[in-house]
DNA sequence: CACCTGACATAAT
DNA sequence: AATTATGCCAGGT
């Protein structure tokens, strides 16, 4: 087995941070938090999220792509997982349409 | 220290 | 409208 744990960054810490501000039933992209944290590249949010040691706790499956699909999960934009984040977010009631966009009403736009 | 990869985004073709 | 190319930032090797 391998501790190997890797301390989160500074960096990474916002993107944790910027995911809690995000409420339940909505969702947000990487672009929007990039912007947010004056990253600049929605490559280093998806970085971040993919080294997060923190599953569910941390709301990352609430982070979908800038046209609102559904994105990736635990290092992968295809297979279970990304089924299994589909169904969070089904639960947590944000609407998918049928070609498996979301709702663009479930967006959460980091207006505050 | 230099190069490559990556859960994206945007523009151009 | 769809596909291709480039940009950007951070982490890993």
Known sequence: ????????????????DALQLV???????????????????????????RRNPFAPETPCHRVVNANLTIGGFFGTVKGTP????RNLLLNEGVIFRKDGSIDPA???????
């Open 106 to 112: 479930c967006c959460y736009r980091f207006d505050e």
């Open 82 to 85: 990304i089924e299994r984040k």
């Open 1 to 16: 087995m391998m501790t190997a744990e890797r301390p989160p960054t500074e960096f990474e810490s916002r993107v944790y």
């Open 23 to 49: 409420p339940r039933g909505k969702v947000t992209t990487y672009g929007l938090m990039a912007r947010y944290l004056s990253c600049g590249s929605p490559r280093a949010i998806g970085q971040a999220l």
